[in-house]
Nanobody, 126 residues
Framework: QVQLVESGGGSVQAGGSLRLSCAAS????????MGWFRQDPGKEREGVAT????????FYADSVLGRFTISQDGAKKTLYLQMNHLKPDDTGMYYC???????????????????WGQGTQVTVSS
């Protein structure tokens, strides 16, 4: 069983930065595809960024390309999302998710992630 715990959300002004963390526990960490997703009330959940833990390959939604960076620390089994130049449209609950890499696409538009964290709120004010 994979468990995910997010931290690092908060409130910032537009143009600011935040870094989210997601601590993972469970077997075969290097076999995961992991990602960050966000959802604002009244909107559909949106994939933000994903990463193959084993290879380090990363994928980003067009809306965050060049502003957000997904990374991971294998020794700590922790996933990160560095968010720079934040905009009010980035506001939402951010969720960490994981699945085993052989369970299909690891791109942000994938809808079949198996494991989810409880979420951390990000609020960007103008």
């Amino acid at each position: 069983q994979v468990q995910l715990v997010e931290s690092g959300g908060g409130s910032v002004q537009a143009g600011g930065s935040l870094r989210l963390s997601c601590a993972a526990s469970g077997p075969s960490y290097n076999s995961y595809c992991m990602g960050w997703f966000r959802q604002d009330p009244g909107k559909e959940r949106e994939g933000v960024a994903t990463i193959y833990i084993g290879s380090g390959s990363t994928f980003y939604a067009d809306s965050v390309l060049g502003r957000f960076t997904i990374s991971q620390d294998g020794a700590k089994k922790t996933l990160y999302l560095q968010m720079n130049h934040l905009k009010p449209d980035d506001t939402g609950m951010y969720y960490c998710a994981a699945k085993y890499w052989y369970r299909g696409s690891c791109r942000p538009d994938s809808t079949d992630f198996s494991y989810w964290g409880q979420g951390t709120q990000v609020t960007v004010s103008s």
